[in-house]
Nanobody
Framework: QVQLVESGGGLVQPGGSLRLSCTAS???????IGWYRQAPGKGREVVAA???????NYADSVKGRFTISRDNDNNTVFLQMNRLQPDDTAVYYC??????????WGQGTQVTVSS
């Protein structure tokens, strides 16, 4: 199983942008990878996912604002987040489908949207 580490979170004002990175310990070219988030007091939800061949899909709540992409040469998946809203405040995680099945989550990266 590939190990993934999230980074790039922080504090941003409403309307601002952040780019999250998900860096792998080895090649990710064969893996579908998803970004999930968990807000305080809420369950974990999928935000966006990208297949090994580059197809992407998004939760309705982030469509048009977030973009997922991958750089297989550098073993990294990105989540570009624009027009951030307070409801986007959460811990963000990246994970493979196998990781979800095994309940093997990383530390995540905190995103806080606040004025």
């Amino acid at each position: 199983q590939v190990q993934l580490v999230e980074s790039g979170g922080g504090l941003v004002q409403p309307g601002g942008s952040l780019r999250l990175s998900c860096t792998a310990s080895r090649s990710i070219s064969i893996y579908d990878i998803g970004w999930y988030r968990q807000a305080p007091g809420k369950g974990r939800e999928v935000v966006a996912a990208i297949s090994s061949d580059g197809r992407s899909n998004y939760a309705d709540s982030v469509k048009g604002r977030f973009t997922i992409s991958r750089d297989n040469d550098n073993n990294t998946v990105f989540l570009q987040m624009n027009r951030l809203q307070p409801d986007d405040t959460a811990v963000y995680y990246c994970i493979t489908p196998i990781g979800v099945a095994q309940n093997s989550w990383g530390q995540g990266t905190q995103v806080t949207v606040s004025s």
